[in-house]
Every structure is written in structure tokens, then in C-alpha cells.
């Protein structure tokens, strides 16, 4: 069974410009999670997704982030305009059991975003 | 004040050492605790998972959670250089998970 993947693996962009980054979850899994890990930071929760409904997003830092899970399978995170202070690795988790606190989150890999 | 603490390390041991690794965490409200294990470019992996005040043991590795001090801790036994990567911990609320920093562990032949 493939785990979760994420694409790109690594992004590199100007201040100002926009990027998508996209996650596959385990299929079969409802929940999926974004989180995001600055440098010398812990990793931090974004937003979860229950199927195509975000059913938590306050760790969304600001409306420059955007994220998406249309027919509740793969999701994207748009960043526009991209700054510096965005620089870090993006992962995304998915996990099959909702509302069980038990339930196991499988990472992705991760996308490692770099804004010059 | 961050609501789980852990050291980051760099903590270097000889191959067979016994490995200490240790968060505290402020939230009473967490119930589940988690000890994730991430190598270099990949993403963080479940390595085990207590819910309760004790010891969970699993091969080499032993999970410790004490509610009443807020504290949790992972244990490896005999480390082999196998085991160099990131030790997370993480406590679940509201279906998220909040992790510690990360304790960048090195075991040396």
C-alpha cells in the first residue's frame, strides 16, 4: 500500500510569488492534516480536513494560505504571496479513523519550501 | 510558554548505551502521548503510543508517561547506530497533534 506522498520535494521562490503544494493521502483515509516545521521550531499543526470539510484550520497563520480538498481525496496548500517567514517543511499526515483519539496520522515526506 | 518542552539535543551515545529522551507538557487535557521517530529527508514515523499513566515496552524501547508531573519518556535499550535520527514526542488533542522540538539523537559504532 503506498503511503502518504507530496510533491514537489523541494520549492524554491521569490518573495511575492505563489506556490502549490500538493498531498495524495493513504486511500481510504477521511482525516488529512497539514503541519509545517520553520528552522530551530517544533512542527506545527495547519489545518484538518474531514473528508472535502476543513474541520479545524486555526493553526492557519493568515489568509495568504489557502488550502483545498476537493472531493475529499488530494489536497493543496497555496501560498500567496509567498515571504520570507514561510521558508520550512510542509507535511502532510492522513489517518483513517475520525474522531478517535487513537487514531494513527501516516506522514508524508514532506515539502521543503525555500522563499528568497 | 511552549505547551510541550523538549530538549533538542544534539545527544551523542556509544552503540548498546541505554538512551534517555524526555518532553514535559503543561495541558492537562493531553490523554494520548506519541514518540515519533524521523530520519533525515523523511517524514516523521509512529514509533509508539501510550495512553496511560505507566510503561509500554516494544522490543528495545520503552514509553513512560507520569500525568501527575507532566512528564513522558522514551527508553532504548542496547542503541545501535540505526536508531541515529529525530525523536519526537507528541500529545493528540482535538484529533491534532502537538509535538515537542525534537531530539536529535547520534549513536556511534
Known amino acids: 500500500e503506498a503511503g502518504v506522498t507530496q510533491f514537489p520535494s523541494h520549492s524554491v521562490i521569490e518573495k511575492g510569488q505563489t506556490v502549490t503544494l500538493r498531498c495524495d493521502p493513504i486511500s481510504g483515509h477521511d482525516n488529512l492534516y497539514w503541519y509545517r516545521r520553520v528552522m530551530g521550531k517544533e512542527i506545527k499543526f495547519l489545518l484538518h480536513f474531514v473528508k472535502e470539510s476543513k474541520q479545524d484550520e486555526s493553526g492557519m497563520p493568515n489568509n495568504r494560505f489557502l488550502a483545498e480538498r476537493t472531493g475529499g481525496t488530494y489536497s493543496t496548500l497555496k501560498v500567496q504571496p509567498a515571504e520570507l517567514e514561510d521558508s520550512g517543511v510542509y507535511f502532510c499526515?492522513?489517518?483513517?479513523?475520525?474522531?478517535?483519539?487513537?487514531?494513527?496520522?501516516?506522514f508524508g515526506p514532506g515539502t521543503r519550501l525555500t522563499v528568497l | 510558554q511552549k505547551e510541550v518542552e523538549q530538549d533538542p539535543g544534539p545527544l551523542s551515545v556509544p552503540e548498546g548505551a541505554i538512551v534517555s529522551l524526555n518532553c514535559t507538557y503543561s495541558?492537562?487535557?493531553?490523554?494520548?502521548f506519541m514518540w515519533y521517530r524521523q530520519y533525515s529527508r523523511k517524514g516523521p514515523e509512529l514509533l509508539m503510543y501510550?495512553?496511560?499513566?505507566g510503561n509500554k515496552e516494544d522490543g528495545r524501547f520503552t514509553a513512560q508517561v507520569d500525568k501527575s508531573s507532566k512528564y513522558i519518556s522514551l527508553f532504548i535499550r542496547d542503541s545501535q547506530p540505526s536508531d541515529s535520527a529525530t525523536y519526537l514526542c507528541?500529545?493528540?488533542?482535538?484529533?491534532?497533534?502537538?509535538f515537542g522540538q525534537g531530539t536529535t539523537l547520534q549513536v556511534k559504532p
Open positions: 507528541a500529545m493528540s488533542y482535538t484529533g491534532k497533534l502537538i
Open positions: 501510550t495512553y496511560s499513566s
Open positions: 499526515a492522513s489517518s483513517h479513523s475520525p474522531g478517535q483519539i487513537t487514531d494513527t496520522q501516516y
Open positions: 495541558n492537562s487535557a493531553f490523554q494520548y
